[in-house]
């Protein structure tokens, strides 16, 4: 095939207009299988949601920890009153 029939054949090698014969039944099935889908996938962004809320927290908690410690607390002094009396 040359890459003009190529460009105008679908699925299969047959041209589009070949197909069009079962169009109607195929919408309604394609329609069908995405709402389908849809309500498969409903209920997992909020088992996501939760999961990605529950990691969060506990990274932040583990965060709250490093940073209160005595020897990052030290540093992080250290390095903010550097900047403060930076001479301009």
């Given at each position: 095939m040359s890459d003009v029939e190529m460009s105008k054949a679908g699925e299969?090698?047959?041209?589009r207009?070949?197909?069009r014969g079962r169009g109607r039944r195929a919408g309604w099935w394609a329609r069908r299988m995405r709402a389908c889908?849809?309500?498969a996938?409903?209920?997992m962004s909020t088992a996501e949601y939760a999961v990605g809320t529950v990691a969060?927290?506990?990274f932040a908690a583990v965060l709250y920890?490093?940073?209160?410690?005595g020897p990052?607390?030290?540093a992080?002094?250290?390095v903010i009153t550097k900047a403060l009396h930076v001479s301009f």
């Open positions: 299969f090698g047959r041209p207009s070949v197909r889908r849809a309500a996938e409903a209920g969060a927290c506990g920890k490093i940073v209160t410690s990052v607390r030290t992080l002094t250290g």
